[in-house]
Each structure stands twice: as structure tokens, then as C-alpha cells.
């Protein structure tokens, strides 16, 4: 073989072995090969045919060659160098050609849309743990014959107090301070304000429960919060004594907590009714042992029972303040709170995390 070809050999052995990294890439049909580092290949590819193919290249400079080999070998060797430069140019071509299929299947892959695969389901919500309590206590008075009374947050002086026979200056008015506007009113401290309203609005004989929000100026901690909610039962008609008062209070109890349920009555003070009491109902965690797997009940703090709320006969000047005739009709009424209840039924040891509205302690209510 002649100078000029061993020449023109190299010059595809030094390609060879450049592209070597290519076609071995393309043999193993790019397997495990990223759209990204395909992409880079491709560009890499194109350099590479310009250095080997360019202008510049050696092969290119072997061609300029043919001219001065001596006319007898020049066909010869022309024929040699067109050989050696298609050599590179089909194993560049190939490649590349393998490559760019690889390249579109790879996008075609990525772009494509798997319709059989499920949708992103939406979070929902739920309703607020303080809500489900009090749509439980509902269903059951209303199954019960009561009516839900709903009424205004922001209320006058006479509602809140002078109309529940708490007069100016009475002390029960101290322990219910609230949060005044600068027009008189006042956001209501307990839902009793709506045995006025609905006793005015609708006449008696009535059966209602009011829930509601209400606001007392307490500095917020484990155990208080400046708003809360209350349910009031009203109940007048008439014939109506203690004994309809007690009997119902027992049933809502024994509905929720269960037939083993018991209640507890002790005397107590209220402006708007007389006789007054509490109401206290046997602990549905201990169910009323005070005692829980042999440690005092945590629920109860032993005392197997759990105090809830305040009721009484609704006193004569609040029938009369609505004007109802208090010879023939006579009511009860009782009122309690529902974060405690809700507290003590998912044994929460800080009322403010209802209201905080961390949706990682809401979520739990589901
Ligand atoms: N309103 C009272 C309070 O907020 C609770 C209450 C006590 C309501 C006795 C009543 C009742 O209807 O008869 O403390």
C-alpha cells in the first residue's frame, strides 16, 4: 500500500476510534440513555462530523491530495479516499439517524398522557368538630320536638341582661363582661339572650334550642377562649316543672352518651330562673367509677361525674318581660358550652386548638 493511503487509513482509525463512544452507545440501543444526556450525544455527534468531515478536517486535506499523486495512481487513489471519507460518513450518519429516533420516542414518551391513570382527587373539607357536636345535639332535640332558633350575635344591654332579670349592678353581670361597640351594643355573653327573642318573636307555648357563638372578656389559656359556644334550651307551656326539665336533660344525655348515662342535679343560683341548678352527668369514659383501668379517671378527675351546664324553671319576670302570663305558663330552660364537651369527648388538653385552625389537628375530626 502506498504512503498516501496508510495515510488516509489513520485518518479513519483516529475517527474510529473517536466515534468508538458513539456506536458503542447506539449498539446497546441506548439503553438507560436520559432524554438529556441523548440530547447532549447529539450535539457531540455534530461536532465530531465537523472535525472529521469539515473544511479543516484531515479528510478534506487527503482530498486535496489526489491532485499530486501521479496521474497513473490518481484515479486509484481518489477512488480510496471517497471510500475512506463515505466509511465515516455512513458511520456518522447512522448513529446519528439511531440516535434522533431514540430521541423521539423518548419526548413522544414524556409528552404522553396516561388517560387510565385516576384523576388527583381534590381535598375536601369537613365540617369543624365544634359543628358535628352541635349538629349531634340538634338531631337529637329536634327529634325531641324542638325548633333551632338562630339569633344575632351583637345585642343590646336589655337582651343580655335587664331582660334575663339581671338589672344594672347585679354581680351576675361582672362575671359575663363582654366586648361593647361604640354604639351601646355588645356582642351577647350567652345565648339566653334568644329565650327573649324567641319568646317575643314566635309566642308561647314554644319548644326551641339556640347554639351559638358568645364572647366574654376573658384572656384566652387552656380553658378559656374570648368566644365560645353555648346552646340554650327553652321549653314553656302549660304544666311544665322541674320534672320535664329533668326528664329531658336525662334523655339528651342518655342519647348521647348512651342508656347507662346518669344525671345529676344540684341547686344553684341563676337570675332568670327559679328554682336554679346544674346539671352534672355520670362520666362516659369511667361511666362514672372515677376510676379508669385502675388510675383515677383523667376524664372526670375522678369524681365520676362531669359537670355541664345550668338550667331552672324560667323565673316569672322573664315570662312577664316577654309578656307571657306567668299564672298559666310556666318553662325550664338550661344553657352550656360546647368546647368543654368537645374537649372532654376527644380528650383535648387546650380548648384554643379549635380555633386555631392548624389543619393538621382539624383533619383528625373526619
Ligand atoms: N346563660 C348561663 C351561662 O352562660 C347558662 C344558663 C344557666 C342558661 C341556666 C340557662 C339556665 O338557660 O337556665 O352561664
Not at 141 to 146: A, P, W
Not at 217 to 234: A, K, S, V, W
Amino acid at each position: 500500500m502506498s504512503e498516501e493511503k496508510k495515510q488516509v487509513e489513520q485518518i479513519l482509525d483516529r475517527f474510529e476510534n473517536e466515534f468508538e463512544k458513539f456506536t458503542n452507545i447506539a449498539k446497546s440501543k441506548f439503553d438507560g440513555l436520559t432524554l438529556k444526556v441523548a440530547e447532549k450525544l447529539q450535539k457531540e455527534i455534530s461536532e465530531v462530523r465537523i472535525k472529521h468531515t469539515g473544511k479543516k478536517s484531515e479528510l478534506s486535506g487527503a482530498k486535496k491530495l489526489i491532485g499530486k499523486v501521479a496521474p497513473e495512481n490518481r484515479a486509484d487513489f481518489g477512488k480510496f479516499v471517497q471510500s475512506i471519507g463515505k466509511k465515516i460518513e455512513n458511520s456518522i450518519e447512522e448513529t446519528e439517524e439511531n440516535l434522533k429516533t431514540f430521541i423521539e420516542e423518548a419526548k413522544i414518551e414524556r409528552e404522553k398522557i396516561d388517560v387510565t391513570l385516576p384523576g388527583r382527587r381534590p381535598r375536601v373539607g369537613h365540617l369543624h368538630p365544634i359543628t358535628l357536636l352541635r349538629q349531634q345535639i340538634e338531631d337529637i332535640f329536634v327529634s325531641m320536638g324542638y325548633a333551632i332558633e338562630d339569633d344575632r350575635e351583637i345585642e343590646t344591654d336589655y337582651y343580655n341582661f335587664d331582660a334575663l332579670n339581671i338589672p344594672e349592678n347585679h354581680p351576675a353581670r361582672e362575671s359575663q363582661d363582654t366586648f361593647y361597640t361604640t354604639d351601646g351594643f355588645a356582642l351577647r355573653s350567652q345565648t339566653s339572650t334568644v329565650q327573649i327573642r324567641a319568646m317575643e318573636r314566635r309566642g308561647v307555648p314554644l319548644r326551641v334550642i339556640a347554639p351559638g357563638r358568645v364572647f366574654r372578656r376573658d384572656t384566652p389559656d387552656q380553658t378559656h377562649t374570648p368566644m365560645f359556644h353555648q346552646i340554650e334550651g327553652l321549653c314553656v307551656d302549660e304544666g311544665i316543672t322541674m320534672a320535664h326539665l329533668k326528664g329531658t336533660v336525662t334523655e339528651w344525655l342518655k342519647r348521647m352518651y348512651g342508656k347507662e348515662t346518669k344525671t345529676r342535679f344540684r341547686p344553684s343560683y341563676f337570675p332568670f330562673t327559679e328554682p336554679s341548678a346544674e346539671f352534672d352527668f355520670s362520666c362516659f369514659k369511667c361511666e362514672g367509677n372515677g376510676e379508669f383501668e385502675g388510675n383515677k379517671c383523667g376524664t372526670c378527675r375522678g369524681s365520676g361525674w362531669i359537670e355541664l351546664g345550668g338550667c331552672g324553671m324560667v323565673h316569672p319576670n322573664v315570662l312577664q318581660n316577654c309578656g307571657v302570663d306567668h299564672k298559666k305558663y310556666s318553662g325550664f330552660a338550661f344553657g352550656f358550652g360546647l368546647e368543654r364537651m368537645c374537649a372532654l369527648m376527644y380528650s383535648l388538653d387546650d380548648i384554643r386548638l379549635m380555633f386555631e385552625n392548624d389543619v393538621r389537628f382539624l383533619e383528625q375530626f373526619n
